[in-house]
């Protein structure tokens, strides 16, 4: 289930979030590659994914796979790492997503369901309008508190909602669009989103 008509766009916006690890095992091709052997693996220990979690070279979203996985297992503390940042707005015709990683990788999907991937980390423009991004939103971060219950469905026409992926919590806060943008604290972050989207369709039209 999900925002979009077409299922396979639902899956993809679920796996934004990054808490079904599910989803990524049934769209990994077999014998999966490190680091998915382990997170798959029922065998692994929660050192293992510590592992994971601490190689330079793993990709964010894996990694914060890895968080939910080692959480579940143990009772071994958490850093408190801001992950991921996701915009969500309910339009008119649907749901506008953009989704941004701290390894500097991003995805937009726009209301109309197209979609666009951004890969291309050595882009020092795209850094800097993520890295500021990052900064508005550790503050928000810095102020709120998780969300101890299962994530919401996707916010209705109207409402906005910015959620931060924090090692194996999830932050978030939703109002009415136009509250959420004129929020002193939610405003610099919503702003920062608007002009990385804005880089992303220009770069790479939807």
């Keep these: 289930m999900g925002p979009y008509r077409d299922n396979a766009l639902n899956v993809i916006y679920n796996m934004l979030f990054c808490d079904n690890l599910s989803l990524y095992q049934e769209h990994t091709l077999e014998p999966a590659p490190y680091p998915f052997d382990i997170l798959f693996s029922d065998e692994s220990a929660p050192e293992d994914l510590q ?12 990694k914060i796979l890895a968080y939910h996985k080692r959480n579940a297992k143990s009772n071994l503390p958490a850093q408190k790492e801001l992950l991921g940042v996701i915009v969500e707005v309910g339009l008119e015709n649907g749901l506008d997503v953009l989704a941004s990683y701290a390894n500097g990788t991003a995805r937009y999907i726009n209301q109309s369901g197209k979609m666009i991937i951004w890969e291309n980390p050595d882009d020092q423009t795209a850094n800097h309008l993520i890295q500021d991004l990052f900064i508005q939103s ?10 101890d219950n299962p994530r919401k469905t996707p916010p209705v026409k109207g409402y906005t909602r910015i959620t931060f992926l924090v ?33 992303l369709t220009h770069i790479k039209p939807s």
């Design 167 to 199: 090692s194996h919590e999830l932050y978030f806060g939703e109002a009415p669009t136009e509250i959420l943008f004129n929020d002193a604290l939610a405003s610099p972050a919503l702003m920062s989103a608007t002009r990385l989207m804005q880089f």
């Design 51 to 62: 592992k994971v979690i601490e190689d330079p070279d793993t990709e964010t979203r894996v």
């Design 138 to 147: 550790k503050r928000i971060v810095d102020q709120i508190g998780p969300w």
